[in-house]
C-alpha cells in the first residue's frame, strides 16, 4: 500500500494537543492534521470494545485520506487498540501513547508514584504489564480521575472548580509521594494546578515528548520522514465537536 502525506494524530478530545506541540516542535517540517472526538468524550469512562472500535474507524479513515503516519495521542485508546491496528496496517507506523513509568521510576527509584489516568487505561492488561515491569522499581500507586478530563475539554482548567476537584482528589498523597505520571493526555493542561495541591518538590512526568521521539524514530525507520527539514510544515485541527472546539485546540496549542 502507497501511503501519503501527513502525519495524523488523535485524541478522544483536546487533551492530545499536549502530544501534538511536542511532535510539531520536534518535527516542524511535517505537516499534521489532528483530530479531537469530543463530541464522543470522555472515552476512559466508555467500554474497551466500544473505544476499540471509534479508535480503528478513525486510524482507517486517517490512512484511507493519506496520512503517512499515525500518533494515537491518547492512552485510553492506546490501551483499547494500539496492538489490533498494528497487525491491521503493519507497514504503517503507529505509535500510541502510553504513562511515563520508566522515566519516573528512573527518577525516583524506591520512591513513590501516582499514576493518573483514565479508569480505562488503569484497568487494561497494557497498564498492567507496565506496572509489572516497574513495580520493583518504585511504589506505583494508580489512581482513576473520572472527571478530571472534563475541566480541559469544556476550557476550564484555570477554574476555581478545576482546582477544588483537585484538591478533593489528591489531598491524600499531599506530602506523601515523590513523582507524578499523567497518564491521560488532557492532565498536562492542569499539571499547575496538580502540583499546587502536591508541591513544587513533586516532579511531574508525562509521556508526550518520548512519544514525539518514538513517531519520529518509527517515521524515519519507514522511510516516510520529510527529508527537506528546512520547510515550514502546517498545523490542521478537526474536531467532532465543531468550531468552538477546534477555537480551544488552538488556544491550548498556543500555551
Ligand atoms: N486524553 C485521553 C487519554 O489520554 C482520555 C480522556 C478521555 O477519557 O476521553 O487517556
Known amino acids: ?44 469512562t466508555k467500554t474497551t470494545n466500544v473505544v476499540r472500535e471509534m479508535t480503528i474507524e478513525h486510524a482507517k479513515r486517517f490512512i484511507e485520506r493519506g496520512a503517512k503516519a499515525l500518533c494515537i495521542a491518547c492512552n485510553t485508546a492506546t490501551s483499547a487498540a494500539v496492538r489490533p491496528l498494528r497487525e491491521m496496517f503493519p507497514s504503517f507506523p503507529i505509535v500510541g ?42 511504589k506505583i500507586i494508580p489512581l482513576a480521575c473520572p472527571g478530571l478530563m472534563e475541566f480541559v475539554e469544556e476550557g476550564k482548567s484555570d477554574s476555581p472548580e478545576a482546582a477544588a476537584f483537585l484538591h478533593e482528589l489528591l489531598r491524600e498523597y499531599e506530602g506523601n509521594v515523590d513523582a507524578v505520571v499523567l497518564g491521560c493526555t488532557h492532565y498536562p493542561f492542569v499539571k499547575n494546578q496538580i502540583a499546587a495541591v502536591l508541591g513544587e518538590n513533586v516532579r511531574i512526568f508525562d509521556g508526550a515528548a518520548g512519544t514525539a521521539r518514538e513517531l519520529r524514530r518509527r517515521m524515519v525507520a519507514q522511510g516516510v520522514a520529510q527529508t527537506n527539514v528546512a520547510r515550514r510544515g502546517s498545523v490542521v485541527f478537526e474536531n467532532s465537536g465543531g468550531e468552538e472546539k477546534i477555537e480551544l485546540c488552538r488556544r491550548l496549542m498556543r500555551g
Open 1 to 44: 500500500m502507497e501511503y501519503g502525506s501527513f502525519v495524523a494524530a488523535f485524541d478522544s478530545g483536546v487533551g492530545g494537543i499536549s502530544v501534538l506541540r511536542e511532535m510539531v516542535r520536534l518535527m516542524p517540517y511535517e505537516d499534521f492534521v489532528f483530530f479531537g472526538d469530543s463530541a464522543n468524550a470522555p472515552y476512559g
Open 97 to 138: 501513547i502510553e504513562p511515563a513509568l520508566k522515566p519516573a521510576a528512573e527518577h525516583v527509584p524506591g520512591g513513590r508514584i501516582l499514576v493518573m489516568a483514565t479508569p480505562m487505561t488503569i484497568r487494561e492488561v497494557k497498564f498492567q504489564n507496565l506496572l509489572a515491569r516497574y513495580e520493583d522499581m518504585a
